[in-house]
């Protein structure tokens, strides 16, 4: 089991636990460093870090940048980043604004297909209402007996070519990796496993990442199938970027992801901390 766990959501964004009760979460769990990465938005840092000085374990500042890169959303985490640092304050800003452009639009597209009020059903389940998001939306739909959990709503509804769906064009990801870099941070590719495109796009993709000046990829993660975990610890090697573990940890219970509940990198692997 990995001491480590440097990807984690509060209500800051999607996630259901107020970051105080996020870290206290992961310390019962064993987590001994954690990197709180809520979408777009890190005004959960503060609460984060000063409960980690009460239970003793490291608290690493992060974020998850939302970016669109080829037609498809990718995911940058940013770690250890000054998370006052212009820049990426006024970056983060703006892929917010764009989070309640497209609610509107998705809560359109919803009432079409006979499901009225998910704009103000969504925005119940945001408690930062500057970050509302697909998995708001996802809750809602869950609540009212439409779907019967949220992978399934996600599947019928909220993912590319369902009805639900709306595009929407983030940051670039030479800026999202520029701005982690100005605030003193390193840029992490969150989740590659997760990205549905096939291997000549997913390579141009890492080298573009590296080109950008981004250093890691995670390589275990909570979405990371056993052989998926070995696949992207090659791909670390192959590009030279050093490799992250988190567990994308949303809420309890939530597609039966837990903090802390990770197995260690692979032996080749260059581990991010090994940096730091
Ligand atoms: P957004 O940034 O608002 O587009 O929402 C992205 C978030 O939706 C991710 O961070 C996950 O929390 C959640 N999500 C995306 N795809 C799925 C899925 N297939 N099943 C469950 N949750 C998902
Ligand atoms: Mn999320
Ligand atoms: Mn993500
Ligand atoms: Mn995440």
Not at 82 to 91: F, K, L, R, S
Not at 239 to 250: K, P, Q, W
Not at 258 to 275: D, F, N, T
Request: glycine share 10%; net charge neutral; aromatic share 8%.
């Amino acid at each position: 089991m990995s001491p480590y766990d440097l990807h984690c959501h509060s209500k800051v964004s999607d996630g259901t636990l107020s970051p105080r009760d996020l870290v206290q979460r992961a310390h019962a769990q064993g987590v001994k460093v954690l990197a709180l990465t809520d979408h777009d938005d890190m005004r959960g840092l503060d609460e984060a870090r000063a409960t980690a000085v009460e239970c003793g374990i490291e608290l690493i500042a992060g974020v998850e940048v939302s970016v669109t890169w080829g037609g498809n959303t990718v995911h940058i985490v940013g770690l250890r980043l000054d998370p006052g640092h212009d820049q990426i304050v006024a970056g983060l800003r703006r892929n917010r604004a764009g989070r309640t452009e497209r609610a509107q639009k998705m809560a359109e597209a919803l009432a079409k297909l006979g499901i009225p009020g998910a704009l103000e059903g969504a925005y119940a389940f945001a408690d930062n209402k500057e970050l509302i998001g697909r998995s708001h939306f996802a809750r809602f739909l869950v609540d009212k007996g439409h779907v019967r959990n949220i992978k399934a709503v996600f599947k019928k509804y909220l993912v590319k070519g369902k009805p639900g769906y709306v595009h929407h064009d983030w940051a670039t990801l030479t800026d999202a990796v520029a701005w982690i870099r100005q605030a003193g941070g390193m840029a992490v590719l969150a989740h590659p496993g997760r990205y549905l495109m096939g291997k000549e796009k997913r390579h141009l993709l890492f080298e573009e990442f590296k080109a950008a000046g981004g250093e890691a990829v995670e390589v275990v993660c909570g979405s990371h199938t056993p052989d998926q975990v070995l696949i992207y610890a090659d791909y670390a090697q192959t590009f030279g970027l050093y490799a992250s573990v988190g567990s994308d940890f949303h809420a309890p219970g939530e597609n039966g992801r837990e903090l802390g509940k990770l197995p260690s990198l692979p032996e080749h692997c260059r581990p991010i901390w090994s940096a730091w």
